[in-house]
């Protein structure tokens, strides 16, 4: 598999964003249109289509929730071992556990096409909620935790309620009709080149210089060790190979690089989460066509 193309839109990114070009403005914009417009409509489009009455649908669940409970138990037990203050065990939960979205459902739709990008939809519905709850719990914990806190940033989350969307018109039975589903795809279309774009806008090389060891040992661990667990969850459960592979990339992704906002908004250690997210995303580069082709995917 090619995968080339969407680490070369993230350089572009990059680049684009260093040389100032269109502007120093345009990508906060352009990430939230991105966030609150394109990417909900990708979502809506891949869920009101996807195959929610497939079988394997609470086999995928039970493997999501199987890999993440596993990883978040260890991450529990090394707080307790390193005595993490929360704004270092809030970093290393969203390293481990939060994933890049549009650099999977990119990978995704290159695999398996419109099929593929249903069950990823499907996924995201399942783990987007999930990954915020631990997240914002990791960050916030020692400062006493409100239901308020704990629940505003999903019930807001733009792609939860494209997942919520797309769920209730595929059981419906309405579909997109009118043209709808249409428009849809074209936004779905431009959402996954932009969103790659602005992940690497968003990399901060600068920030590789200190903590080298806490950067290197959190992308070990996501870009080898939680793929390596997801597939094991997956085998172990019997899902079929497309949905096992589905699982496995989000589980073999860099984190997402909104949880670099989270972690500031949230008085985490959000240097050491930049480094995290840019280290990630430039071995992912060689880690990801390594897993996948070991997988056999």
Known sequence: MAIWPLFALIVAGHLMRRWQFPSESFWPGAERLNYFILFPALLIASLAKAPLTDPAIPRLALAVFSALGIGWVVLLLLR??????????????????????????????????????????????????????LSVWALTAERGLSPRTLLLPIVKNPLILGCVIGALINLSGIGLPGGSDRLMSLMAASSLPLGLLCVGAALQPRE????????????????????????????????????????????????????????RQLGGDAQLMAGVLTLQTLLAIASLPLILGLLGF
């Not at 704004?87 to 096409?113: D, E, K, M």
């Not at 997956?234 to 906002?261: C, K, N």
């Open 80 to 133: 307790r071992l390193f005595k993490w203050p929360a704004a270092r065990f809030g970093v290393h939960t969203q390293a481990q556990l939060r994933f890049n979205t549009y650099l999977g459902l990119a990978i995704v739709g290159n695999l398996f096409g419109t099929e593929g990008l249903g069950i990823a939809a499907v996924l995201l519905a399942l783990m987007v909620p999930a990954v915020n709850v």
């Open 208 to 263: 590789l210089s200190a903590q080298l060891g806490p950067l290197v040992g959190n992308s070990v661990v996501r870009l080898l060790l939680m793929p390596l667990l997801a597939w094991g969850v997956t085998q172990y459960l019997g899902l079929p190979s497309m949905e096992s592979a589905v699982v496995v990339v989000f589980f073999a992704i860099p984190a997402a690089t909104a949880s670099y906002v989270l972690t």
